[in-house]
Nanobody, 126 residues
Framework: VQLQASGGGLMQAGGSLRLSCAYS????????VGWFRQGPGKEREFVAA????????HYADSVKGRFTISRDSAKNTVYLQMNGLKLEDTAVYYC????????????????????WGQGTQVTVSS
């Protein structure tokens, strides 16, 4: 199983970026893909997650209303559209996947996800 994250870069505050996570995995409707991030000197934290069915999405409070997670099943790719970027969004962003459905109570827990991609750096400047 491989996860390939891309789309990071340098952006001014208030700008937008779209991250992509291409995955090579059997995709029934039961799995979950998530995005996590680790800022400088910080612990890795949950950002957003989506069921492979694409029906339900979940967000950290810090990004709700600014970030949107979506899925293109034909391309086996999950996107994270990031609008209204803030300095505190600067981090390495990781995508992660679970082939099984992740319970809502555990969707923000890193150990719920079996597979992880390499990170992509997002830097927001003032």
């Amino acid at each position: 199983v491989q996860l390939q994250a891309s789309g990071g870069g340098l952006m001014q505050a208030g700008g937008s970026l779209r991250l992509s996570c291409a995955y090579s995995m059997r995709t029934g409707n039961g799995g979950t893909v998530g995005w996590f991030r680790q800022g400088p000197g910080k612990e890795r934290e949950f950002v957003a997650a989506i069921r492979w069915s694409g029906v339900s999405t979940h967000y950290a409070d810090s990004v709700k209303g600014r970030f949107t997670i979506s899925r293109d099943s034909a391309k086996n790719t999950v996107y994270l559209q990031m609008n209204g970027l803030k300095l505190e969004d600067t981090a390495v962003y990781y995508c992660a996947a679970s082939p099984q459905r992740v319970m809502l109570s555990a969707i923000a827990t890193q150990t719920s996800y079996r597979y992880w991609g390499q990170g992509t750096q997002v830097t927001v400047s003032s």
